[in-house]
């Protein structure tokens, strides 16, 4: 499971919230390992049943309000809830404080305090996003990410068998680079595959027999991009004798990956094939579905129509024309 360090949370969200360590005698050093953040008035209010302990918790304006009401002995009784449950940190929004003796009781449980002036809904909303981004699902693939027509094309198949020469001609023809060779995929809700280069490898392609070339410096930056979402798959395959390839299009492939299941098509490869054209087509092809419009199945239908009309009427010369 992947983990955050809530010290490395604090100095990459520091400016944007405006945070300011109200303990600081409290170490950062703690683990987060849940984008989820949590609001505790249930928890101060005396239910704890389902509590999530591994959020950060964030106190806004209602359960600030609702400690005020409560007196000394029944405010420590509320904190001493809520910091039972080992709270990676609590977050107070809108700029309000903590009484003091809450304040003392959090810093000897070693609850680190952080307090912000935004609101508890921008300051939920950044958190959430931030997490997310740092605790999404990922792992690496070989193959070559390029964006086609604004289309996120991931091209896979065996070592050497043409996908960074596809992404070169590709990059070439006005399209853009994402990854070559090493892909970093994240998984994002909902069901988004979003591609990124490893760092070492950003922005170059390996070419067998010229080596790596760095697209940025020959095409300019604007052949070039950070990252993309992963919408159609196609694996490029060597072309065997008797194996079948679609030629319908009817057949709707799949391929998962970290549990999110992206449209697939395999290209078996002959000489002399363009495969970059074919991937243009993939991308149009694949905006037209988009759009409602699918040319295999319309080709499907007229075919089925035109022979249920010639079974009424019979041969006609003019069907020769």
């Given at each position: 499971m992947k983990q955050v360090l809530l010290s490395r949370l604090y100095g990459d969200l520091k400016d944007r919230l405006k945070l300011t360590r109200v303990n600081e005698s409290v170490s950062l050093g703690?683990?987060?390992?849940?984008?989820?953040?949590?609001?505790p008035g249930l928890m101060l209010a005396g239910f704890g049943e389902g509590f999530p302990s591994e959020r950060i918790q964030v106190f806004g304006e209602t359960?600030?309000?609702?400690?005020?009401?409560?007196d000394d002995a029944e405010r420590l009784q509320a904190l001493e809830r809520l910091l039972g449950e080992q709270v990676p940190c609590v977050?107070?929004?809108?700029?309000?404080?903590?009484?003091?003796?809450?304040?003392?009781?959090?810093?000897?449980?070693?609850?680190p305090l952080l307090s912000t002036p935004l609101s508890a809904t921008?300051?939920?909303?950044?958190?959430?996003?931030?997490?997310?981004?740092?605790?999404?699902?990922?792992?690496?693939?070989?193959?070559?990410?390029?964006?086609?027509y604004g289309v996120g094309i991931l091209l896979t198949g065996r070592s050497g068998i043409g996908k960074s020469e596809c992404a070169l001609d590709l990059v070439e023809r006005g399209h853009r680079l994402v990854a070559d060779d090493l892909i970093r995929v994240v998984a994002m809700p909902p069901g988004i595959l979003i591609a990124r280069?490893?760092?070492?490898?950003?922005?170059?392609?390996?070419?067998?027999?010229?080596?790596?070339?760095?697209?940025?410096s020959i095409f300019g930056i604007r052949a070039l991009r950070r990252q993309k979402r992963i919408e159609v798959n196609v694996e490029l395959t060597d072309w065997e004798q008797g194996v079948h390839a679609d030629r319908t299009g009817l057949e709707e492939r799949e391929t998962e990956i970290l549990g999110v299941r992206v449209p697939a098509l395999s290209v078996p490869l002959v000489a002399g094939k363009n495969i970059g054209v074919i991937v243009e087509v993939v991308a149009l092809n694949h905006?037209?579905?988009?759009?409602?419009?699918?040319?295999?199945?319309?080709?499907?239908?007229?075919?089925?129509d035109r022979m249920k009309r010639d079974g009424k009427r019979g041969f006609e010369y003019r069907d020769m024309e």
């Open positions: 703690i683990t987060i390992s849940s984008p989820d953040i949590g609001r359960e600030v309000l609702y400690l005020e009401r409560l977050m107070i929004t809108d700029g309000r404080r903590l009484p003091d003796p809450l304040v003392e009781r959090a810093t000897r449980g070693r609850a921008e300051t939920v909303q950044c958190l959430y996003s931030y997490l997310l981004g740092k605790l999404a699902p990922e792992t690496a693939m070989h193959g070559t990410m390029v964006d086609v280069s490893a760092e070492p490898l950003q922005n170059f392609v390996e070419v067998r027999g010229v080596g790596p070339i760095d697209i940025g905006i037209l579905k988009a759009y409602g419009y699918n040319a295999a199945q319309v080709l499907n239908q007229n075919l089925i």
